[in-house]
């Protein structure tokens, strides 16, 4: 056994041992790299997959009614051949900036408080709250937001409480880890000159915060947010339960409204022929707008790099 | 100059008074269903089958059903995520075509939204597959959706194996695949665990996607292509339809706990991870 | 036996891209000696060794030109299959790594992966080359404790144990002992001595005192070229190259 491992290449024998080992052994090692090879494209046919079989259903829709239909019209009514999701569109967009008007600058000051200011060990409780919070599944929080807030706000906001103000708080509260976990990381990315080069000139640490550490940070605020914002769009189920889900343009914060995830996944069930090719089109809406969302969160960290690096 | 005092120690008021915010609404959301659920959930409510559409009876057919989902989809997206995680780190170029595009499709994939693939998975896997609303659907489109992380997770875990270590492999004469099964795959075992860990949580509370293509049929499952209800997808339904209050918050209090229970494993397992390259 | 040559190198060049790291080397070393090379950081000297069990080969962009033969079998053949070659000359490098396992098995590696799977002859492998890299007597006790938990000194001594057990002809030392404290270095050298009765040893090394004293041949890298080589007492003595004195004398580098 030994004098096997000990056979190196000194007599033409063994050099033709080498040889036909080197055969065998190289077409395993190869056999193994394209395996691997083939696992990872998979994640390409999926992603292709994804596209096609959503955009092949949904875009005969969208082109019959025409896209500007599609997008703006407000009558929703599948039975009888209406397919506009304009009330759906809006109320994508109204339950996701109201969220973002409260969420962005709580999450905002957060995050500052937890690169700057709070001692050590708070900062890491604080971010383990976040990674949990990050963590509870949004049927957890709509049964919350329908068990608390919904009556809360009937109670004392009036309407039947299932509104577009229960769902920005709802989905508020589930962008926040995403929010502060960004910024507070690139707040953290700063160069500690800037920031010394600030305090050394006499400004004091909240002033150093908002004219140094701040703009420092931009891009990767904007980051945070965008891609906050392409959360809150596509969740869903937090937001079907608080929501109200009445398919028509929301008069005040106070109205009940769907949202376009909200329409797939109440009607999705019983749905038949145009009627279910008319929810793969808001689908496919909903894609891409995520998928842009996505993209320009990239280009921002991206330009951000770039800044850092000139 | 006592004015700006005066506004500093007011800013910093906020600063301390937003994140006891954070802290606030996650104590109440926790506390909340901690104290309604407590009362519900014993041992007869997660072993006995819900009867009565969930009115009565315990939850053990979606734990159960969770349980076959998770495993359906940790068996295809840990193979498929690692072998992606392999052959990006150990064998591709890193600036190769292929290799950025499967990077930047993991990226896509993991910003995609669950509905989306919930109509992926009920276009494809139940219909055009023909496999109906089943565990095997469910747990491929769930596969799918969790790919992303596995691999992400995994990539990172081989990036941080030292590199000494192949180096020393290689120059025992073992093989480039020796090298990566018996040193790089097990010094990055821990990484990967935190992948699979935290990939198990986002199964156990996923809803959207799970409702569109497994079902949420109440009965025992007796094969994979059996319809299932998980346990998130029964509290949206509980919930949603007014079933029962009371078992809609010891589910939700299961599932917290669950997720509570994932969260410290992975972060156990993290530090494992650390603790090994220091 | 002793005067027979091991390895041969001729007209070796290496590129690391547009970048020549090694012009046209020609160098025979001898079979159960120590051969040292020396020479500023960036000579060239690392990059020889690494050709010499084909482990540039691994960087991206680099390409060999010439040859190197062993026993006179031509390792840039391409019939010669790397693996194959890397089991029959070690490489100990300059930070001592031990794999995250035990002591145990982090000697067995290389035997595992060449097919031995009985345990006795596991044992008896493991414990041979613990002896012959003297650290047996340190570590026998707690043989299935993480090797981690060693000194530098140890490490690097697990290292060679671990290069021993392979039983290769040749082993190759890159900066071996530039981790280490005076005291484990000593105990290295003492090493080295002891193995090259049995094995070729080549060692590249910043340090001439320790090229002085462990070595029989020394080879001078400058610039990517080979300015001199000689038996040690030689060069070290004599330098014939106005170079070779400069720097042995430490006017540069």
């Known amino acids: 056994m030994m004098e096997k491992l000990n056979t190196m290449v000194s007599t033409s024998s063994c050099s033709i041992l080498a040889e036909t080992q080197k055969r065998f052994k190289l077409s395993g090692e190869q056999f193994i790299e394209k395996i691997l090879m083939l696992c990872a494209a998979i994640s390409i046919l999926a992603i292709l997959l994804i596209t096609l079989f959503i955009f092949s259903r949904g875009i005969p829709v969208i082109l019959k009614t025409g896209l500007g239909n599609f997008l703006l019209n407000l009558e929703w009514a599948p039975t009888s051949g209406n397919f506009g999701i304009g009330a759906m569109f809006v109320g994508s967009l109204v339950v996701t900036f109201t969220a973002l008007l409260w969420a962005v600058p709580l999450g905002l000051m957060t995050s500052i408080f937890m690169a700057e200011i709070a001692p050590p060990r708070i900062d890491k409780i604080l971010g383990s709250l976040l990674e949990l919070l990050a963590g509870i599944p949004s049927v957890v929080y709509g049964f919350f937001g329908l068990i608390v807030i919904v009556p809360f706000i009937r109670e004392y906001l009036g309407g039947n409480g299932l509104s577009v103000l229960a769902g920005a708080i709802i989905l508020g509260i589930m962008i926040l880890p995403t929010i502060i976990n960004i910024s507070r990381d690139s707040i953290k990315a700063v160069p500690r000159e800037y920031k010394e080069g600030s305090l050394a000139l006499g400004a004091t640490h909240y002033q150093t915060i908002s004219r140094v550490l701040l703009p420092a940070a931009r891009s990767g605020i904007i980051t945070a947010i965008i891609l906050g914002m392409g959360r809150a769009i596509g969740e869903t189920m937090a937001v079907v339960m608080v929501t109200g889900n009445a398919a028509i343009l929301p008069g005040n914060i106070l109205s009940p409204v769907r949202t376009m995830t909200s329409n797939i996944v109440l009607e999705m069930g019983y749905a038949t022929g145009d009627h279910q090719a008319a929810l793969f089109a808001t689908g496919t809406v909903l894609f891409i707008l995520i998928v842009l969302l996505n993209f320009i969160a990239n280009l921002a960290s991206k330009a951000g790099r770039v800044n850092e690096s000139n | 100059m006592k004015a700006t005092n005066r506004l500093e120690k007011i800013i910093n008021l906020c600063f301390w008074l937003s994140a006891s915010v954070i802290a606030g609404i996650f104590i109440i959301i926790i506390g909340y269903i901690a104290v309604k659920g407590f009362s519900v959930v014993n041992l007869d409510f997660i072993f006995t089958a819900p009867t009565r559409a969930g009115k009565e009876g315990g939850i053990s057919t979606t734990i159960i059903g969770t349980v076959y989902l998770t495993a359906v989809a940790l068996l295809f997206a840990v193979p498929l995520g690692v072998s992606t995680a392999i052959y990006l780190e150990e064998y591709a170029r890193r600036k190769s075509r292929f290799a950025r595009l499967v990077n930047l499709t993991a990226e896509t994939l993991a910003g995609i939204p669950s509905i989306i693939f919930g109509l992926f998975g009920f276009v494809f896997f139940v219909i055009f597959l023909n496999l109906g609303w089943s565990i095997l659907s469910g747990g491929m489109t769930l596969a799918i959706m969790i790919l992303p992380t596995i691999t992400r997770t995994a990539q990172e875990a081989i990036l941080n194996v030292p590199h000494e270590y192949r180096e020393n492999s290689l120059a025992l004469g073992a093989s480039k695949w020796q090298t990566i099964s018996k040193i790089t795959i097990p010094s990055a075992a821990p990484g990967i665990i935190t992948g699979i860990i935290l990939s198990i949580g986002r199964v156990v509370g996923e809803t959207a996607a799970i409702i569109l293509t497994a079902g949420s049929s109440l009965g025992m499952p007796l094969s994979l292509s059996d319809p299932v209800r998980t346990m998130a997808v029964h509290l949206y339904i509980l919930a949603l339809e007014g079933i029962s209050l009371e078992r809609a918050f010891g589910t939700a209090f299961v599932i917290v706990i669950l997720i509570i229970i994932i969260n410290y494993m992975a972060h156990l397992s993290l530090r494992r991870l650390s603790h090994l390259s220091s | ?253």
């Open chain 3, 1 to 253: 036996m002793a005067n027979d040559v091991k390895i041969k190198s001729t007209d070796l060049k290496v590129f690391y891209h547009d970048f020549q790291a090694l012009y046209e080397i020609n160098m025979e070393i001898k079979e159960n000696n120590v051969t040292a090379l020396i020479g500023p950081s960036g000579c060239g000297k690392s990059t020889f060794l690494r050709s010499i069990n084909r482990l540039n080969e691994l960087i991206e962009g680099t390409s060999t030109k010439g040859q190197i033969y062993i026993d006179e079998i031509p390792l840039y053949d391409k019939d010669i299959d790397p693996v194959n070659l890397r089991k029959n000359v070690g490489m100990v490098f300059q930070q001592p790594s031990v794999f995250p396992m035990s002591i145990y098995d982090n000697v067995a590696y290389g035997p595992r992966i060449h097919g031995v799977k009985d345990k006795a002859i596991l044992d008896e492998i493991v414990e041979k080359s613990l002896k012959a890299a003297n650290l047996w007597n340190e570590v026998k006790d707690r043989i299935k404790s993480p090797a981690t938990g060693m000194s530098g000194g140890q490490r690097q001594r697990l290292v060679m144990a671990r290069v021993l057990a392979v039983e290769p002809q040749v082993i190759l030392m890159d900066e071996p002992a530039s981790a280490l404290d005076p005291i484990s270095t000593a105990k290295l050298e003492e090493l080295i001595s002891e193995l090259k009765n049995s094995y070729t040893i080549v060692i590249v090394t910043h340090n001439m005192q320790q090229a002085a004293r462990v070595s029989d041949y020394t080879g001078f890298f400058l610039n990517g070229a080979l300015v001199e080589f000689n038996r040690t007492d030689e060069l070290f003595v004599n330098p014939r190259d106005k170079r070779t004195e400069d720097y042995i004398t430490g006017r540069f580098g």
